[in-house]
């Protein structure tokens, strides 16, 4: 399975933004749903939201509704999570994943992981 890159991750204060990417350095995401996942210290990884193929379609959890959008640019191979409104409990380490699946069936994606990358807002 081919692994994703993720980057944009980094400190950030209570109420800030950060804006994550995730790449598949010489594949495609042509035809498949990319989801975003996150592990908090401590905890098991956790479902976040997902983004369609076509973009038509998201899915969000309700932690992050509102917060988080999920967008993606496929001439550039690139998905992305706006992160707005961050708050302390969103630290955590931050994964994508693709699959042909749907926004809702990508949550119980058990495959490969790239290293993630880390995200931590605290004053």
């Known amino acids: 399975q081919v692994q994703l890159v993720e980057s944009g991750g980094g400190l950030v204060q209570p109420g800030g933004s950060l804006r994550l990417s995730c790449t598949a350095p010489?594949?495609?995401?042509?035809?498949?749903?990319t989801g975003w996942f996150r592990q908090a210290p401590g905890k098991e990884r956790e479902f976040v939201s997902a983004?369609?193929?076509?973009?038509?379609?998201?899915y969000y959890v309700d932690a992050v509704k509102g917060r988080f959008f999920s967008s993606r640019d496929n001439a550039k191979n690139t998905v992305y999570l706006q992160m707005n409104s961050l708050k302390p409990e969103d630290t955590a380490v931050y994964y994508c994943?693709?699959?042909?699946?749907?926004?809702?069936?990508?949550?119980?994606?058990?495959?490969?992981w790239g290293q993630g990358t880390q995200v931590i807002v605290s004053s």
């Open positions: 994943a693709k699959d042909r699946g749907t926004v809702l069936t990508i949550a119980t994606y058990d495959g490969a």
């Open positions: 983004i369609s193929w076509s973009g038509g379609h998201t």
């Open positions: 010489g594949r495609s995401f042509s035809g498949y749903t």
